[in-house]
Structure formats: C-alpha cells, structure tokens
C-alpha cells in the first residue's frame, strides 16, 4: 500500500465518473492508492416513521457496486483500490473518512450551478472543499485532459496565498505543465499595482528558479467584473488544465470575500480547479480581496 491516498467520492452519476477517471489520471502519477467513497443520506425522522428502513440492504447493494468499479479500474490501471461505504450527512462523511485515512487528496464531481456570483448554499462540493484539511480538487464538465500543459495560479497580497506555489511545483513537475501567474489591480490603485507586481515578480522567479517554467502577468481591470470572471479570461488565454485557489476555513458566511470568488470559480470552471486551506494561523487577518 502507498503511503499517498486519494479519496473519490462516487454517487454513481456521470460526473462523478468523470472525476474517478481523473482521480486515476493522477493517482498513477504519485503512485497513489485509492479510496471509493459512497455516502447513504440518512432518513428524516418522518420517512423513518412511514417508511421501512431498507438501509442494510441498500447498503450491501451499494458495496457491492463500488467493489464492481473498483475492481474494474484497479485492473485497467494497476493500482490499489478500496471501497467504504458510510451513512449520513455526504459532505460531513468525505471528511472525515479523508481524515481517517489520511487522504493527502480529494477528487470529487460537481455539477455546479452557472450564473456568475450567484450565492448557493448547501453543495456538497462546497462544504467538503471549506471543510477538508487536505486539497480537493473539483471537476465540473465531461470534456478534460489526461494530464496538464498549463495550471493557473491566481495570486493576491497575503501571504496565505504563497502556500499554493508548494502544490502548484508539484502538480506541475508531474506534467512538465507551465505555471501562470496572474495576479488582479484596478486600474485606479497605483499602489497596489506596484505591490502586486513585485510579489508575482518574486513568485515567478522562485518557480523558475526551482526548475519549472512559469510567466507571470498582472492584469487590469475594473469593479463591473468579479475576480472570478478574469480568472476564467485568463485560463481561456493559455486553454489551461488546472486553477488553484484558497479557502479558508472560518470564512463560512456570505460575505464580500475570498469564499465568494471561490464559490463562484468552483460552481463555474469549465476546468478541474484545485482548493487548498491555508494553515491555521491563530492571528486572523481581515478578508482578502482576491484568492
């Protein structure tokens, strides 16, 4: 068994199916197992009442499926597979069986819902990508690359956000892919702009100094676009693979901040989009204004 462990949860929808080719996409890559997870809602106290509770049964059914694919895909790509079956709340169980076996890496379908910066509460994707202490990366869409040219890698001021390079280096080595920088200035803000373009400058050199390939742009715009809306310009740009963002795990309301624009780019990237929580850090800053 791998030391590396990659959980995919499956509710046997086509994209869910989508994501577990991709999941194996990567697992061969870092020589990582993988974990098929399917989830069992519980029953509300009225079906409970009305309804037989036919739950052992279906869980033996739903087992024995995911045993199917597993043993299907573990033959196809010679990798280890195992398959758990949990009930409950679906986003609260990818969490903790990702914590219980130490996943490094959750790779899950999302249908999303389009329209911008449209405010969804209650996805599963969602809570599972503000909650999870390991990156999580969504794939929303059916149309996708077996590997990566060109990763996107938004970057604003806080220092937070410097704690993506470290996976963007990695990600990119396995692919020999391109990192683009990009940061965001309006165009009225001369002083966050002189900022911004030493900080990416900076970035930049530290990944080519590291051996990867990597450019950096700082692009310019104005208040009727959302940060979401420059990013999805600038992955068109370079028909990229792969954007990562940050979460961060106390921002749970909805605010004007960083969850919003990573709502909005998760619900609507045509393209895999990696999450990665900050480290704890007992001093919180105030919200960030980009990723």
Known sequence: MSASKILVPIGFSEQSMVALGQAF???KIKNSDVVL????????????????DNSHDLRI????????????YAKKHAIDVDTMVAKGK??????????MISADLIVMGTNGTPGGMRKIIGSNAERVVRLAHCPVITIKGKNHRDGCENIILPLDLEKETKEKVTYALEYARYWNATIRIVSVVLRDNSEVRDRLTKNIKQVEQFIIDAGVKCTSELVEGDKKLTLGDFVF???KKFDADLIMIMTKKEELSLSTNISVTARCIINNSAIPV???RPRENKHLTGPTTAF
Request: proline share 0%; net charge negative.
């Open 233 to 235: 310009t600038y992955e």
């Open 61 to 72: 059914k739903v087992k024995e499926k995911l045993d199917d694919i597993a043993a299907k």
């Open 90 to 99: 679906v986003y609260e169980q990818i969490n903790e069986v990702a914590e």
């Open 25 to 27: 996409n990567l697992a």
């Open 274 to 276: 990696m999450s990665i």
């Open 37 to 52: 997870l399917s989830v069992i809602e519980e029953q509300s106290i009225m079906e409970s009442l009305f309804m037989d």
